[in-house]
Each structure stands twice: as C-alpha cells, then as structure tokens.
C-alpha cells in the first residue's frame, strides 16, 4: 500500500530530514511512527501526501509514483488520503457538519453523496449530536474526531495522523486511538506519528522508529522503547 | 444542475468578498477612476477622430502636369491612377476648364479678365482613400512621368497626422498606467482575501481540491471587482456627457463637435470587458502566485 525505497530528504538549509529511509506498509495495517521531535516523523508523512518531495528515492502510494508525481495530479492523490493534525485544523466559522461536509464540496462531489456521506463519517466518530455545534463549543477530543470524519469522510484507503493525540489530555488520548483502531478494523490503512510512550507502549502494533532520519528499529507488537539501553528509557 | 453545489459555491464567493469591505471599495474605487478616464478618453478621440476626418476628407491633391506633356503621358497617369488601390479617384481637369474654376473662385475678388493667356497648367485632381495615405501618394505621384509639380494641404494634413498620433500615445499611455494601478490594487485586495482565507485553502488543498477550485471564488470576486467599477465609471461618464459635455460645446463654438459618431453601446461594452478582465486578471495571477509558493 505504501513504499519508500532509499528516501532521503535533504531540506535547502541543509538539514537532512530522512536519510535513506525504506519501509513497507501492508494495507491495512496500523503503523505507529515514533521518535523525538525533529526526527523526521512528518516530513515522513509529508512525503506521502506529496506536500514535499524526496531528494533522492522512491514513494509509492496505493500505486501512485508520488516521488514523480505532476502538481496537476495531486489533488487526485490526496482524494485518497485522509490526513489529521495535531491541531485539528479545523475551520472555526463553519459547524461540524460543515467542516466534514467541506472536504467533499471543495473536490466537487454530488449533493446527494455529501447528504449520504457526512451523517456516515459524523456516526463513526460519533459526533451525530453535535453536528450543529461549532468547533470552539467542543473539546479538543471532539475537535480531533471532527478532523478524522473530515478525513474519513471521503472514504480514504489510507489514514495518515501526525501527532493526532499531541494537544489532548490521557482520556481524550484514548478516545481518539480506540478510534483509530476501530477505523484500522475496517480496513483502512492507519500510519501515526507520535511520541506518546503510552499509547504506543499499550497498542502493542507494529512500531518504527525514527532516529535522526535514520529508521533504526521496526518491531511487530513493539513497544516505544524497545531495543534501546534502560538509562535512554528513563531519560523519555 | 445540482443546486447545493452552485449555492455553496454563491456563498464560498459571498463570503470572501463580504470579508474585506474597505479592500474591496478600494479596489472598485480604483476601478471606477481608471474607467471613467478610460471612456472619456475613447470618447473624445472618438469625436476628435471625427472632427480630423472631417477636414482630411476634403484634402485633395493636385499633381500639376509638365506643360509639354504628351496625350500618351496623359493616358499612361490615367491608368496608373487607376490602377493604385489608394487613390480614390482622379479627374483630369484642362487648363481651360481650370481657369475657369479660378475665375468661378475669384468672381468679385480680382478681375479675371485682366488674364490675356491661360497662366495654369494642366492638372490631375486625386482623392486618397484615407487621409493618411495622402503624403505617401502625393510622394509617389510626384515621381510619375509627366508630372511636374505635386501639391496638397501637407501642413495641414502632417499636423492633424501628427497630433492625432500625439493624443493616441498620449491615451495609451495613460491608459496603460491606470492599468497596471488598477490591477496592482486589486491583485492586493485578492491577496488579503487569500490571506484571510490560508486555512480554508489549506484544508482544501489537503483535501485534494484542485487548484481551479481554490482559485475560482477569488477571480470572481476579482470580476465582481472589476464590473461593478465599470458600472459605477458608466453611471459617472453618462452624468458627465449630459451635464459638462453641452457646456464644453458651448465653450468652444467654432469646433464642430459631433457625440452623434460615438458608438454607445459598444463603448459601453468595452469599459464593462476592460473593467472584469483587468479585475478577473489580476485576481488570478495573484491567488497562482500565492499557490506556487
């Protein structure tokens, strides 16, 4: 479903974001990016909804070469996609139903699906309630969930989440990845990005580990820490 | 149709230019002034073109033959006259009928009967097509066989030339600068709409709209711009031509003036196309530019 293959992203200041990075994801599967901030988790996701393009290597995206990837062909790509942000982005003067429903109106789609499709995303994040509420009149789980329906709305294959549970408190941290898991179950491919040890420590999924560019672990059933001394640990 | 659509779209497009309402009257604003010196520019050439051609159409020249040109001469410049796709017409005119024109002219003036022989040449009378032409024909003729002597209103003909010439860069000129002031102040209102509005095109680039799509509402609200100036220049020029246009006659009585060769309502259409598409133009180049980077 997604492919790197010797990717390395070399910044114009010089930085080196990802250093020969390759990497498979099976579809379906629910992939826990981690490592300290400035390792190249989101310039890693970044590649993959082509919002910046690889120095050197390949990206394959649900079949698409996204490292060649014309600018005229990338709405198409993110069609695709669903991507969330640890700050929601959501748009404050619209409602719920209006963000969600946002993402289909921009790329063009029917009436018709959009009335079909919103109450759909809007009942699997289970904000069916407060469809009519704006986003400051949420909390910042219920923000969060907005983004993902917004993300799931136009039935990606693909959910890509950078740091989704980073501005969220231990309750609402769960809600929002016993979501995620729940949308994996479905069949949608989950990748996150996140440097919370908790959560990765108790899901238990396949963990990759991003050190200064550099994948240096790749675990099934990994823990955020695994294969790292014990004082590294402590230090987290 | 699928109205939801077109009526998000309405609102996405009420919205934007809602946002900014300053912005927005200055850029109509800007619109209106450039316009309405637009169409009274267009509107005095026009009537001042008129006025030029008025006088250049009765400028003819006079190609005065050698006095010992032969009849063969003469049929030879005949055809060749014909023959010029310029010259509208040429009449042969004797120096007896000549003399007496010139007699016909001088009635009371001079005695003409002081005249013991006929002093005049033979001579062709030829009218251009268009009084531009008239210096390079009178050129050309001048060089024919038989031809001695070549004469038309040049003064007056290269002066009306040349000044219609001036007030043409001039207007352009003009013309060009309201331009570019018109479309720098709307690509800047455009800007700050587009500012105002980053993390809606954000998400809605993220969300795979295209880039038509994010582009759309702010060139018509560059188009809205732009007409509604245009409107408001019309409005302007329409009050102007029934209120200082009778008095500036009045001003200048010995100018014959005639607003009647104004093409209204194609005048009026080109202020409305050159109002929405410097608005819709510079609207678009200055969403792309925000795009790209």
């Given amino acids: 479903m997604i492919s790197l293959r010797g990717v390395s992203l070399l910044y114009p200041n010089g930085v080196r974001a990802l250093d020969d990075v390759s990497l498979e994801i099976a579809k379906g599967e629910f992939i826990f990016l981690v490592g300290h901030s400035g390792t190249g988790k989101s310039s890693l996701l970044r590649l993959l909804y082509r919002e910046t393009r690889p120095t050197t290597g390949e990206i394959t995206v649900d079949g698409i070469r996204v490292d060649r990837l014309p600018s005229m062909r990338v709405p198409a790509l993110r069609r695709h996609l ?39 995303a809007l009942d699997l994040v289970g904000l069916s309630h407060r469809s009519r509420m704006y986003p400051d009149e949420l909390s910042g789980g219920e923000q969060q969930r907005t983004a993902i329906a917004r993300a799931l709305v136009n039935n990606p294959k693909i959910l890509l989440c950078d740091e989704p549970t980073g501005n969220l408190d231990p309750a609402n941290t769960t809600e929002i990845v016993d979501l995620l898991l729940r949308i994996n179950l479905k069949g949608t491919t989950v990748v996150v990005a996140t440097h919370n040890q908790a959560v990765v420590d108790r899901m238990r999924r396949r963990v990759v580990r991003l050190d200064d560019g550099k994948i240096t672990t790749d675990k099934e059933r990994g823990y955020y820490y695994l294969g790292l001394g014990q004082g590294q640990v402590l230090s987290g | ?222 188009l809205i711009d732009g007409l509604i100036g245009s409107v408001a220049a019309i409005v302007l020029l329409a009050v102007a031509r029934a209120t200082v246009w009778p008095r500036m006659l009045e001003a200048l009585p010995f100018v014959q003036f005639n607003a009647a060769v104004v093409d209204v309502p194609s005048l009026l259409l080109q202020l409305l196309l050159v109002g929405g598409i410097v608005g819709a133009l510079a609207a678009w180049v200055s969403v792309g530019r925000y795009l790209q980077t």
Wanted: proline content about 5%; overall charge positive; hydrophobic content about 50%.
């Fill in chain 1, 82 to 120: 669903g991507v969330v942000f640890q700050d929601f982005k959501l748009l404050p003067d619209k409602t719920v139903w209006e963000n969600v429903a946002f993402a289909m109106q921009v790329t063009g789609a029917p009436t018709k699906d959009i009335m079909r499709q919103v109450p759909r």
């Fill in chain 2, 1 to 222: 149709m699928d109205w939801g659509r077109v009526k998000f779209f309405l609102g996405e497009v009420g919205r934007s230019f809602t946002r900014n309402t300053v912005m927005q009257i200055t850029a109509i604003g800007t619109v209106a002034v450039m316009v309405t010196v637009l169409g009274a520019f267009l509107f005095v050439r026009t009537t001042l073109a008129d006025l030029g051609n008025g006088v250049l159409e009765q400028i003819e020249i006079s190609a005065y033959l050698k006095p010992n040109a032969t009849p063969q001469q003469i049929g030879a410049l005949r055809a060749a006259f014909k023959a010029d796709p310029r010259i509208a017409s040429a009449e042969f005119i004797p120096k007896s009928e000549g003399l007496k024109e010139l007699r016909e002219r001088m009635r009371g003036v001079v005695d003409t009967s002081l005249l013991t022989e006929n002093p005049l040449p033979d001579k062709f009378r030829i009218r251009a097509r268009s009084p531009e032409m008239v210096p390079a024909v009178a050129a050309d003729v001048r060089r024919l066989n038989g031809i001695d002597n070549v004469v038309y209103g040049q003064a007056v003909v290269e002066r009306l030339l040349r000044l219609g010439i001036v007030l043409r860069r001039i207007g352009m000129v003009l013309i060009g600068v309201f331009l570019v002031v018109a479309g720098i102040i709307i690509s800047n209102t455009t800007r700050l709409a587009v500012y105002a509005r980053r993390r809606e095109i954000a998400i809605m680039q993220l969300v795979g709209a295209t880039n038509l799509y994010v582009r759309m509402p702010f060139i018509c609200e560059g």
